[in-house]
């Protein structure tokens, strides 16, 4: 199901020609996912929405490609995204995830939801020392 | 703020003072977070969520535990638990999270935020490569 | 916090007055709480709930009062709603909740949050005996 | 999939009978969506949500019709409801929505998606000048 | 759909089994539903899922088994989780829930949906007498 | 409340005080607002929010600025954001929001918050003409 279907050959608008080929090319693949093609129909929300991830997840960074790949994971499952925790599960797997660290992932995803409803549902207010404001934490 | 305050002895009820000792011991440091003592109410309550948190973060295990506190303070924003995010952020701090790494955790967190909404509002399908039912992906 | 302030005197509305003098009938006190007070604003918004909610929560019903409460105060932890969980839980412990019943309720709201986030991460497919579709469960 | 189906004849309620005929005198088909026929299980369920959405949806008002359904767009998405947020974009393209709006629709979310998560993932505290209670914002 | 399948036979790990044959004697019935097939893979989460389960919906309690599920139902609607909505329903249904208390459950859920969002957008604050923190409420 | 606090002087760093520039330029005031002192802690994240806030929110459209602060309130209010829920109130008022269209505006956002609640409890199936798959809706 869907809202609207792709057009049915989104290259011919130059500007998603452009973003599918850079796909293509930072991938390493011809595998273009419905992400992108659902996404062709506004080119620059399109263009926006790939230089965003192309600089978030692709460039180097302290923090390393399988972990990020785990907490697009973990933001999905808590978002409900199906797309997402479809596709970033398979993105963790290309990555190495194995199934006891998948295993793990659901394990801290799961508790993180029942300790999460269960400091909602008391209303538990904040320690001091864990409030940035009262216990002097620098910003950076 | 709180739906309940905790009894000003908590530790009156041997069960609960089981809880505390084994979270001082295991933490080495004699701070109970106000999750413990607002849990200390209902004893079973608290007895089960401290042994799950305590076998899910604590013990020995593939995923590092700094990236065990990012992956919990993604949940903790997805489901906006205002208690999770503050305790969360600060345990990953006290684990070595630099300010990059929490730059990088951020725009994560906001990306995924931004594509899991664009993913919901045009209802994309999942790819069948993605999909374990189709794909044949192994159980485990 | 708020992003408007109530009026000085909503009850100079004779529509607001109306059901500000309903409430206090329908619930034998003077007090009105803030979220009459601040739908007062709009008095269609606010009859309109008001008559909902006196249909809902007041008529005589096969759901006893403080299981109804139980339940707004589940969806309202669910939801997030930091005002909701206050009133609904005041609301339960006035209808008798005893601190044994709020520890059972916060042990199944708990383990919901955490089953939930596991059959969404996994994405596990419905059973086909659970679908009315496929099972032909009657419609009443 | 589905809890329950409708009733192989849901009009032989005459209750339900009276509403399914509002419905298609109000807009001028005899198309009755799922919504309706899965609510009819509950005659007063389903007179008191047609109500509503007439009242709301359907008088005149300083909203204009697509606006209104964008904004349903909107919360569909964010609240993560499939059947509503297939529902409500049909509606808007009825009233005219554009790609090129839809479009434009859709970088809202996805911001406000965004930025939700980063002021949630900062506990950003309000500035003084958005609170009413400060700012001295009147009622109405 | 699904992330990952599970195994073709889940019994052959000892763990898995045990696990296994206490739902069945538990609930006296053969089948075993999704949740715990797709959980085996993992084999202690699905023993820390099922013993968690056991203790929190199966032991003797103050809360009767149908308003048990009655809330489950209420938080997986909330929580927008699709299995858990099916599982739940059919469990409320095999416990003796009639279509006029499903009736009236949906009503409530969906009232709490509507005053929820209304609570959230006023930002209504806390009246002094729901907060425990201001109104002395005991800690049981 | 907040994780972290901003630097004492966030724009003794050039990349931030160009981006400081911009918005009191852009929006002709010299107030900054906490969202962007808050996540200026990190620059590529502070650049890279407000290039994408300057682009969907002050380009030429053909969806106006006060609905499109009507939306972003939608969306807040369904993410339970309640930094976002107060700014853009605040802004939607600045653009000449009135007490009626606000009232309207909670009004729509509020039902929708009640049939988003019933139809995922329902699961109901979405009509196959709302469904671009099948209705045939070409992409644009």
């Known amino acids: ?9 989104p290259e ?7 973003v599918f080929d850079d796909i293509r090319l930072t991938r390493k693949t011809d595998f ?14 399109l263009e926006r929405t790939w230089r965003e991830v192309k600089e ?27 797309y997402c925790v479809h596709s970033h599960t398979a ?7 194995t199934g006891e660290q998948y295993g793990e992932l659901l394990a801290i995803i799961g508790l993180a939801g029942k300790t999460n409803q269960l ?5 538990i207010p904040v320690d001091e020392v864990f409030d ?4 002097g934490q620098p910003g950076r």
């Open 1 to 9: 199901m869907a809202t609207q279907m792709p057009a049915p050959d």
């Open 32 to 45: 273009i996912n419905n992400m992108w093609r659902w996404l062709a129909f506004d080119p620059a929300l």
């Open 56 to 82: 978030v997840v692709g460039k180097p960074s302290l923090i390393d490609p399988l972990t990020k790949e785990m907490i697009y994971i973990a933001v999905s499952v808590a978002n409900n995204c199906s």
């Open 91 to 97: 993105a963790a797997r290309a990555r190495g995830m």
């Open 119 to 123: 400091a909602t549902a008391l209303q």
């Open 132 to 135: 940035a404001a009262q216990s």
């Open 12 to 18: 011919a608008d130059p500007r998603v020609k452009a």
